[in-house]
């Protein structure tokens, strides 16, 4: 078993129920967890979170000045306090705070670089019940992906790999986003600027599921769309930025794009075959970050090696290089990494 599972996903909606009964008749989840907070304040035991056998939906109650749409995630680790000692150390200026009573998954709440906020749980917290205390149940249909818009995605992949030992996956990675896996959920880390992404904000995106069949999925969709009309699904390339906007999204490699429902990105999809990164695609992006990697100097007859990274990048050079673990096997195919740079001028060797 993985450090690290991604067992939890968090909205904030204006409609409990007719949310439910989306994700219960089109993708078949079930109800795991008996009772939340209604939009008066009081608790209603006919609410709850659903579940597709691994990953927890809780539909919160949208409440004055919340946004509706994704709030946070969560995770279930073998060992909370030894993730707390990961953050202490790398990251100390990241806060854990303890978790509400009433919550039925998290024990504790923390955050990522960016500001990306979730739950950290362990088998036997009490805060662990209900759905969550054990593993499921198998469906066709399941939650495969969760979405994060970023400046700086090599960054938040680092992040994630250190802390949480979550895993770089090489098949979906690519020059401009990288995918952090548990084994079967992953993490999308995808870029993000204000010119390039007009009307899309940073953070959370959207999450996106696994299915049998995207032609039988489309055809409930539109069922319940039909018996029920506020689900019918929703266009995405309208406006003006509207195509951009598209493209943008069509971008996510884990599958092909479908409008959300209740104004979220919700996705369906089949993952598309591994495309590897060419050593052409790395040394651009060693140039483009200024990277500059393994340039080896004598200094008082010794031999040491330096490697020149700007901050904002730190990390991005280690995930190349998980990136292109599959190709070292042909160490022909691949250039030598100090060749592809000028060498340091006597002046700069010191």
């Known amino acids: 078993m993985s450090f690290t599972t991604i067992r939890h996903i968090a909205i904030h909606t204006d409609d409990h129920f007719r949310m439910a009964a989306f994700y219960k008749n089109v993708f078949g989840m079930r ?9 008066n304040g009081n608790y209603d035991k006919e609410r709850g979170h659903y579940s597709d056998g691994v990953i927890g939906l809780a539909l919160l109650q949208r409440q004055p000045g919340f946004i509706a749409g ?43 670089p960016d500001g990306n906020q979730f739950d950290l749980s362990q088998k036997g917290m009490a805060n662990v019940r209900e759905g969550y205390v054990e593993f499921g149940w198998e469906q066709p249909r399941w939650i495969n992906h969760l979405c994060i818009r970023t400046a700086r995605p090599g960054y938040l992949a680092e992040f994630y790999e250190r802390v949480f030992e979550l895993k770089v996956d090489q098949r979906l990675s690519d020059e401009g986003s990288f995918y952090v896996s548990d084994g079967k959920v992953c993490i999308a880390l995808r870029p993000w600027n204000m010119v390039t992404h007009r009307g899309m904000m940073a953070g959370l995106d959207h ?31 309208i406006g003006r930025d509207g195509p951009q906007r598209q493209k943008n999204l069509e971008g996510c490699r ?16 089949i993952t598309r075959p591994p495309t590897p990164i060419s050593a052409k695609k790395v040394r651009y992006l060693r140039r483009k970050h200024g990277i500059r990697q393994h340039q080896r100097h004598h200094a008082n007859g010794k031999r040491r090696e330096q490697t020149i990274r700007p901050a904002v990048w730190r990390g991005q ?8 673990s599959t190709r070292r096997s042909h160490r022909h195919a691949l250039p030598h990494v100090a060749g592809d740079f000028p060498r340091a001028s006597r002046k700069s060797r010191g």
């Open 31 to 39: 109800k795991i967890t008996n009772g939340m907070t209604d939009q």
């Open 207 to 237: 999450f996106g599921f696994k299915v049998e069949s995207i032609e039988q999925t489309t055809k409930d969709i539109e069922a319940l769309a039909e018996s029920a009309p506020a689900s019918a699904a929703r266009k995405i390339a």
């Open 254 to 269: 884990p599958g092909r794009r479908a409008a959300g429902f209740d104004g979220l990105r919700a996705y369906r999809g």
């Open 70 to 112: 994704l709030d946070h995630f969560g995770f279930a680790v073998e060992d909370v306090q030894k993730a707390r000692d990961r953050l202490k150390q790398s990251y100390p200026d990241i806060f854990v705070a303890q978790s509400q009573e009433h919550v039925p998954f998290a024990g504790l709440r923390s955050h990522d």
């Open 317 to 324: 050079f280690s995930l190349l290089d998980s990136l292109l």
